[in-house]
């Protein structure tokens, strides 16, 4: 266990997660064009190259302040977010004003909590981008959900979003185990146990519940799909989709994106929980992960 806890090893893990999660996010997004629906009822992927968006450039800093700190440095992270902001990534507005203030000098405790008129915002933000983390805490999945808590408060404030942060982490660590990934049911009571009640736990005991249903369209309109982009209409369905592809990308992505919704936020999630490699093919295709992303530990 000390080995699978050692920097290399960790940022090794943290790294395959984001592989798969920019996959995910960036083959999801193709499926919004609407020349591509056929595509998709087909499960075929299109020609080109498939650009990621938010969810990868957020994953990215992610990684890098954990490559930089050893941990989650929430200030670190602020600034990475509001430096590497790029408006074209298909941020949602809010978070779009938010880090353009925090760039020009705004406290991101101040902004992030005056959303949505104090509430903070309970969108599935925090949780679309933090699966890298819980794959580096495998070793530690408490730790997991402990750091993945602290990273959602620089953007998330409300607490669905922070828990739908948290069960994201806890299932990308529990996936991850150094002794091989656990089964379906046992990796949803893994995550259950290791978040709070919430609305997203809620979801996550229905998705549990119906771990046996082969229809993903009936799951999803149960538990969503991130139609309303909140955490807790995104995060139980993708890791029930999560849930049942451990072993094989690509049939996880197509029962993911199938039922459509948020797709590049789902399938960023699925993609960066679920420890299989993507498609050789599938990673040619997608753009390649910004220069600065960490690839080896200092």
Request: charged share 20%; aromatic share 8%; glycine share 10%.
């Amino acid at each position: 266990m000390i080995a699978d806890s050692a920097p290399d090893r960790r940022l090794d893990r943290a790294l395959s997660s984001l592989r798969g999660l920019s996959v995910g996010d960036a083959l999801g997004s193709q499926f919004f064009v609407p020349e591509n629906y056929p595509l998709l009822k087909r499960q075929t992927v299109p020609d080109g190259l498939w650009q990621w968006t938010d969810d990868t450039e957020m994953a990215c800093s992610v990684v890098a302040v954990l490559q930089a700190h050893g941990r989650i440095d929430q200030d670190a992270l602020a600034r990475a977010f509001a430096e590497r902001h790029d408006f074209d990534r298909g941020y949602g507005p809010a978070v779009n004003r938010l880090l353009r203030q925090v760039r020009e000098g705004g406290d991101w405790r101040t902004l992030a909590s005056a959303l949505f008129k104090g509430q903070g915002s309970w969108g599935n933000g925090a949780a679309m981008r933090i699966a890298p983390l819980g794959a580096y805490y495998a070793d530690d999945p408490e730790q997991a959900t402990h750091q993945a808590e602290i990273s959602a408060y620089p953007t998330h404030q409300h607490r669905e979003a922070v828990v739908g942060a948290m069960a994201v982490a806890a299932a990308a660590a529990l996936a991850a185990d150094p002794a091989g990934p656990p089964r379906p049911q046992e990796l949803l009571d893994g995550v259950i146990a290791l978040v709070p009640r919430s609305a997203v736990g809620a979801g996550l005991r229905r998705a549990r519940d119906m771990l046996d249903y082969d229809d993903p369209a009936t799951v999803a309109a149960v538990l969503g799909c991130g139609r309303r982009t909140t955490a807790h209409d995104t995060v139980p369905f993708a890791l029930w989709s999560a849930a049942r592809g451990l072993g094989d990308f690509a049939q996880a992505f197509w029962t993911t994106a199938q039922v459509g919704g948020d797709m590049d936020t789902t399938c960023a999630i699925v993609g960066g929980v679920i420890p299989a490699d993507p498609p050789a093919g599938w990673l040619e295709h997608t753009e390649a992960l910004p220069g600065w992303t960490p690839t080896t530990t200092v």
